[in-house]
C-alpha cells in the first residue's frame, strides 16, 4: 500500500495490507471466544512477528498479558540444527493458557522447540499463532488452530519477515 512504495519496487505482492489486516481481525475475534476468561499470556517470537503481534493484541477485547521470547537467528534453510534460546518469558506461565505468536510456520522446527521448552515451565496448555503456514515445507507436525494464509513454498518477506534483515517494516507481503 502507500508507505511501502516510496520504499520498495522490487518483489512480487503476495498479501496485500488490507488482506492482512482482515485476516488479523479474523483471527483476534477467534481467540476472543476460545479464551474468553481465560486471561491467556500471548508471547511474541521475535523479531518476525513483531507487526503481527503489536495488530493482533490491538484486536483483542478479552483480558490478556504480553511477553516476549527469541531464539537465535536460523532462518530459512533445510539445514538441521536446533535453534538456541537468547531470551524470555519474563512472567511465570506456570498454570497460565499461553498463545505462542509467531510470524510463519515453516518446517515446524522452531515451534516444536518452543512448545518443548516452555512446556518444561508448566503452562496450563500452549497452543500457535501464525500468520503465515507452509504446509508443503513441514518436517514437524505442529498443531495450530490460527493461522492467517496457508502459503505455498516462496520466500516472502514484509511485515515483519526479513529480506536478509530488511524490508521487516512494509505493511504488505512479497515473494522474491
Ligand atoms: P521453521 O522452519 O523453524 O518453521 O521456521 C523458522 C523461521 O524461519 C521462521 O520463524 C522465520 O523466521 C523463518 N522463515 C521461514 N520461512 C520464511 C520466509 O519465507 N521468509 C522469511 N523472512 N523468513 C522465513
Ligand atoms: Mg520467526
Redesign the pocket.
Known sequence: MEPDIQRHTRGKLLLEADAIQQAVRRIAGQIDRDYEGKDPILVC?LT?AFLFFSDLVRQLTIEHQVDFIRLSA???STSPGKPAWLMGPSLSIRNRHVLVV??????????SCIETSLRMLQPQSIQFVVLLS?MS?RRRSVLCPYVGFDIDD????GYG???EERQRSLTSIYHV
Not at 102 to 111: C, K, N, P, S, V
Not at 154 to 157: A, P, R, S
Open positions: 517470537v518476525g536460523y532462518g530459512y509467531d510470524d510463519i510456520l515453516d518446517t515446524g522446527e522452531t515451534a507452509k515445507r516462496h520466500f516472502v518477506y519477515l526479513d529480506l
